[in-house]
Every structure is written in structure tokens, then in C-alpha cells.
């Protein structure tokens, strides 16, 4: 560590935090989140949810596991930057085959550390995600004024679809399934069901879900049209996770999406984006939140059953369960503050979704029934 600041962070409102900085060197802007997730920060940056976000993690003790290939939930970090309270230590895992600031600075992604992530996080919650500015220069020379300026200036996630910039080029398959001890990841050599996958920005764990669930995997890009997912003859249909503005998403996919409600009886499911893709298309409407959920410790209330599932979440965006249409009732709730979580169709049809992330990685594992459901529905069909 140096004596003087090598890094600073700078809010629209001009309050400025001066820090370390590591990885690489630069300047970046985008909208300001908290995680409070203790474990998975490598999970987390490569999570495509996290396009156009810089991520503070509440839990101190980042990168003291070093990275691996192994944890990557795409090619490479897609989160614009992160913000830390202590600066990496020496990487202490058996499974670590790099530090996390080289993997870092390979990548083309700014960190600063010594900060007061508290502070940061309270005025998070406060003010709402804020827009901001993170400057890396080892030298210590930064202009506030133009980075004030440059916070100021970006556009921010409202009306924004991200899905394109981190969904795939062409279609591929899958199937890799989950790790497991001592084998690591294995493939699914027996599936039971063909399932497309349609790719806002899907974690590479979902697809690993799906396989284990049984899964013979097509991933699609996010402008897939429901012709060319019904062209796979699919058993099922998955919608998954994304960043950005699901109203802007749903420009393209919520037409695919009421095709395949209107016109086929497949079962559907949708994670996260997917999710509020899936409720758009039913007639409800989003709204974006004020700091989001970001984090592997939310409670959530299965409606039906009354059971609580500690969960893993990542969104900036909810559906308003008060637009929910007749026919589609409200599944999954929320215990923080008691936004919408989960949808269905109110028939005998397998049609639903949920905001939280049942496959985790990182977090909980209570929620990974819902592939098994999902896999039941294809049985049972």
C-alpha cells in the first residue's frame, strides 16, 4: 500500500472516496450496488446480471481465496468494477490458481480498497443505487471535477437493455451438470427432456441446474424468436437471468414469450430476468427499486405452502404484484420488504418464475426444487 490515495470513487452529488486501487488502471462509470454476500465474489463479477454495476461488497475479507476457472459464471468479469474494505491478502485455497488483483488487471477491471464500505452501503440505502465514477491511477492524479462530471453523465439502467451485450452469439448446447466431491463437474450423458434455454445473460451454474435436473440443454440468444425455439422441438422452455431494464428487454421477448403461452402448452420457467420477462408477458408491469437485492441471505415466503427459503438474489428491477392480471397468482414473497418473488399461472399448466436464484453460487441451496419442478412438469406432459 502506498501512502497517498491511488484510487478514487465519485458520487453525482460530488461526495468523493479516496482508496487503494488494484486490478487495472482507468476510468469507469456506472451504477453504484451493495452485496452482502460473505462468500463468491468471483461468482458474483462474473454474474452477467451485474452489467452496468460497480459491486460493493459489504463482507470484508475479499479475494483471500484467490480465483479459478472453475468459479467463472461466464468468460470474464462483467460487473464494471468492484469496492472493498481491506485490499486483497495473499490468495488461501486449495483451489485458488490466482490472485484475485492479477486476475483483476487481466481482465480490464478497476477495484479500490480501504474504503468505508458502511458508510458507502448506508447511503446506498438511503439515496437509492447512485451513478458514479471510479478512477484508478497509481500516480494519485485524478480531476474530480470531470469525474463528478462523468458520474453525472451516465445514462444509468432505466430504459437500458443490456440482454444483447452479454447474451450469446449463437446457439450451443450444454451439459455440464453441478460439482459435486470429488468428481468436480461431470456431463449428462442420460437426459430425460429437451430444454431451450433462452440466454438474457444466463450464469453458467442455471445451465449445470438444468442438466442435473435431467436436462438436455439448447441455449439460444436473447433476440431468439418463438420460431426458432420451437425449431428445437423443446420439451420445455427456460427463460434466464439478465442485467438491464426488463421493459427494454421486453421489446423482442416478450412477443417470443406470448407466442409459446398462446400457441404451445410447453412448460415454462424463468429465473431473475426471466422472470419479470415471463410477467410482462403475462400483462403486469415492472418498477425499478430503490437499492435492489443483492446478496445470499434473502428470506423468501413460498405463498402456498408457507415455507421460508433463505435465497441468493440479484436485481435492481421487481415485479409490482399489484399489476398481476386474473389468472396469475403471486407464489413467492419477499420477507425484507415484501416485493414480488414469484409468479404462476392459476391452472393446471406449468407456467412460473421466481426473482430469487435457485441454483445460488454463490449462497443457499433451498431453492433448487424448483428445477426438479420444472423437470417434473416435462415428466408429467
Known amino acids: 500500500m502506498t501512502d497517498h490515495p491511488t484510487a478514487c470513487l465519485v458520487l453525482t452529488d460530488g461526495s ?60 470474464d468479469p462483467v460487473a464494471e468494477g468492484m469496492v472493498v474494505k481491506w485490499l486483497p491478502t495473499q490468495a488461501s485455497n486449495w483451489r485458488a490458481t490466482q490472485e484475485l488483483t492479477e486476475w483483476l488487471s487481466a481482465r480490464g477491471r478497476i477495484a479500490i480498497g480501504g474504503i468505508d464500505t458502511r458508510r458507502l452501503t448506508r447511503a446506498i440505502r438511503q439515496l437509492g443505487a447512485p451513478h458514479v465514477a471510479l478512477a484508478h491511477d497509481p500516480e494519485g492524479k485524478f480531476d474530480v471535477e470531470a469525474l463528478v462530471a462523468a458520474a453525472r453523465g451516465f445514462s444509468g439502467l432505466e430504459g437500458l437493455d443490456l440482454a444483447q451485450k452479454v447474451t450469446c452469439a449463437q446457439s450451443y448446447r450444454w451439459d455440464e451438470m453441478r460439482w459435486a466431491w470429488p468428481e468436480g463437474y461431470t456431463r449428462q450423458t442420460a437426459p430425460r427432456h429437451k430444454v431451450v434455454a433462452v440466454d438474457y ?75 419479470q420477462m415471463l410477467a410482462l408477458a403475462l ?46 397468482i403471486e407464489t413467492h414473497r419477499s420477507l425484507f420488504d415484501g416485493s414480488n418473488c414469484g ?8 407456467v412460473f418464475s ?11 441451496q433451498d431453492s433448487f426444487y424448483l428445477f426438479e419442478q420444472f423437470a417434473a412438469s416435462m415428466d408429467a406432459s
Not at 423443446?234 to 431494464?245: A, C, E, M, R, T
Not at 409468479?343 to 406449468?350: G, T
Request: net charge negative; aromatic share 6%; glycine share 12%.
Open 16 to 75: 468523493v472516496f479516496y482508496g487503494h486501487g488494484f486490478g487495472a488502471t482507468g476510468q469507469t462509470t456506472a451504477e453504484l450496488c451493495f452485496n452482502t454476500a460473505m462468500t463468491g465474489y468471483q461468482e458474483i463479477m462474473t454474474d452477467p446480471s451485474y452489467a452496468g454495476q460497480i459491486v460493493t461488497f459489504t463482507f470484508p475479507h475479499i479475494g483471500n481465496t484467490g480465483v479459478n476457472p472453475d468459479d467463472d459464471e461466464t468468460a
Open 201 to 275: 445473460g444466463a450464469k453458467r451454474n442455471i445451465l449445470r441446474c438444468l442438466a442435473s435436473a435431467g436436462c438436455d440443454v439448447t441455449v439460444l440468444p436473447a433476440t431468439a424468436t418463438a420460431e426458432e425455439v420451437l425449431a428445437h422441438d423443446p420439451d420445455g422452455v427456460f427463460l434466464s437471468n439478465g442485467p438491464g431494464d426488463p421493459a427494454a428487454t421486453g421489446a423482442y421477448a416478450v412477443p417470443m414469450i406470448q407466442h409459446l403461452l398462446d400457441k404451445t402448452d410447453l412448460p415454462i420457467f424463468g429465473i431473475c430476468l426471466g422472470h
Open 283 to 328: 400483462g403486469a408491469r415492472t418498477i425499478k427499486m430503490n437499492h435492489g437485492h443483492h446478496g445470499a441471505n434473502h428470506p423468501v415466503k413460498d405463498m402456498r405452502s408457507g415455507k421460508v427459503e433463505i435465497t441468493s438474489m440479484n436485481h435492481g428491477f421487481a415485479v409490482d404484484a399489484a399489476t398481476l392480471p386474473s389468472g396469475v
Open 343 to 350: 409468479i404462476a399461472l392459476d391452472s393446471d399448466r406449468c
Open 354 to 364: 421466481v426473482q430469487q436464484h435457485p441454483e445460488a453460487s454463490p449462497g443457499p
